[in-house]
């Protein structure tokens, strides 16, 4: 059974650094695409990014370039999405997302985790 | 960021049919396959439709989807206590080179 399991919740300062996780099992890790999504509150989502562990190959959404990393670990089987100094603006909940063996048109994501709320304030 | 728009709220008495609009553009929906997913929230979204209006095995057939140009809509039909739950709809968008998402719809079962 596919899962992804992220971890918990986080309350941060303005200008902290944090790095949240998306722990993987069920399948061959490296082989699909995995990615990150973000929920402001009362907003729907948006497209953060996604990496191919395979090769650490890393795509960004434009609106997030430059303002998160997002890395993986295929040792442990596992995503990151990382900041180096958040902003009362990065309060939402985090979701991670399997995609597919490719990322293109014609890929969807079909395994998400559970969400890592991150609360950031003075 | 572009974002699929969907109406904030549908409801349904046990039993009816409700239907759950997503407008996009050329860019997603209108050149690009639609996928549906359930959130109860403090949960992980859960995919309900995949292209071609294919159910992931556990998914009742009480659920369908359909597309027309850039618009979709999920269906679901007998509905059931257990169907109370947010949903959104994804599309591959070709400007984006990524994906994007409905702005969610609160299904409540009256």
């Known amino acids: 059974e596919v899962q992804l399991v992220q971890s918990g919740a986080e309350v941060k300062k303005p200008g902290e650094s944090l790095k949240i996780s998306c722990a993987s099992s069920?399948?061959?890790?490296?082989?699909?695409?995995i990615g990150w999504a973000r929920q402001m509150p009362g907003r729907g989502l948006e497209w953060m990014g996604i990496?191919?562990?395979?090769?650490?190959?890393?795509r960004y959404s434009p609106s997030f370039q430059g303002q998160v990393t997002i890395s993986s670990d295929s040792s442990t089987g596992t995503a990151y999405l990382q900041w180096s100094s958040l902003k009362a603006s990065d309060t939402a909940m985090y979701y991670c997302?399997?995609?597919?063996?490719?990322?293109?048109?014609?890929?969807?994501?079909?395994?998400w985790g559970q969400g890592t709320l991150v609360t950031v304030s003075s | 960021q572009s974002m699929l728009i969907q109406p904030p709220s549908a409801s349904g008495t046990p039993g009816q049919r409700v239907t759950i609009s997503c407008s996009g553009g050329?860019?997603?929906?209108?050149?690009?396959?639609v996928y549906w997913y359930q959130h109860l929230p403090g949960t992980a979204p859960k995919l309900l439709i995949s292209r071609n209006n294919q159910r992931p095995s556990g998914v009742p057939d009480r659920f369908s989807a359909s597309e027309s140009g850039t618009s979709a809509s999920l269906a679901i039909s007998g509905l059931r206590s257990e169907d109370e739950a947010d949903y959104f709809c994804a599309a591959w968008d070709d400007s984006l080179r990524g994906y994007v998402f409905g702005s969610g719809t609160k299904v409540s079962v009256l």
């Open positions: 990496i191919y562990p395979g090769d650490s190959d890393t």
């Open positions: 069920g399948y061959s890790f490296s082989s699909y695409w």
């Open positions: 997302a399997r995609g597919g063996l490719f990322y293109t048109a014609g890929s969807y994501l079909d395994y």
């Open positions: 050329s860019s997603n929906i209108g050149s690009n396959y």
